[in-house]
């Protein structure tokens, strides 16, 4: 009788990174049972809840694309479509829709699958910022992102036009801020 061949570890080392990852190569899935301890008095799903899963979801593909540790920047365009119900079945599925410098932007896309005949109902769906960050908490350099299929590339491209937007955004508001300090309101 044979042996079984102990496999060595590999060591995987930042150089063997490669430059470019594919959009499948970033797909991640989680299901969950909604639970009581999920659910608000009239037993539909909290929304923070919700989050919390999208949140978990989306670090995977951020993960599977950075191979690094990653922290969320932003979650700044989240639509709650329909309720989820305790008992339901939900189906959280992520992929990276564009790499920048050292952030990914995940989309994460929610259905409840009704127990009956397993159809598919669209409840939620999100855009989250994540960042790669080594052991210190600075920002690292990720591998840059292949958009291959047509879906993809309309999501690579709209991932800029949400990052032009969220950084226009950013700068009128510190604005706002700076214009607060210099002016502050009356009678205080
Ligand atoms: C995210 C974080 C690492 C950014 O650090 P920073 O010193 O501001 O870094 P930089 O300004 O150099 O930006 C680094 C990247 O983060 C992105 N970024 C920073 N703040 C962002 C925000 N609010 N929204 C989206 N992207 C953001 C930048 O666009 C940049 O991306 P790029 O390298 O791909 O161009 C830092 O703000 C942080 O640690 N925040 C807390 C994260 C956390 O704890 N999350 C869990 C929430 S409880």
Redesign the pocket.
Same mark, same amino acid.
């Given at each position: 009788m044979s042996t079984p061949r102990k496999i060595a570890a590999q060591k995987i080392t930042p150089q063997d990174q490669p430059a470019v990852r594919t959009v499948a190569s970033t797909q991640s899935e989680m299901t969950e049972i909604i639970l009581p301890n999920d659910a608000n008095t009239l037993g539909n799903l909290l929304g923070g809840r919700l989050m919390h899963f999208i949140d978990l979801t989306g670090a995977m593909a951020a993960y599977r694309h950075t191979r690094s540790h990653v922290?969320? /920047? /932003?979650m700044?365009h989240i639509d709650f479509i329909r309720p989820v119900h305790l008992g339901d079945l939900l189906i959280l599925k992520s992929s990276v829709n564009r /790499?920048?410098?050292?952030?990914?932007e995940v989309g994460v896309k929610v259905w409840v699958e009704k127990l009956q005949d397993g159809t598919l109902l669209h409840v939620a769906s999100a855009y989250l #910022?994540f #960042?790669a960050?080594d052991k210190e908490?600075?920002?690292q350099?990720?591998p840059q992102l292949q958009p291959e299929t047509p879906n993809e590339i309309r999501r690579f491209n709209d991932a800029l036009r949400r990052?032009q937007h969220?950084?226009a955004e /950013?700068a009128r508001r510190k604005q706002e801020r700076r214009q607060q300090v210099a002016q502050p309101a009356a009678g205080s």
């Open positions: 922290v969320t /920047a /932003a700044d /790499a920048f410098t050292s952030s990914v #910022v #960042v960050i908490g600075r920002p350099k990720i990052r969220r950084e /950013a």
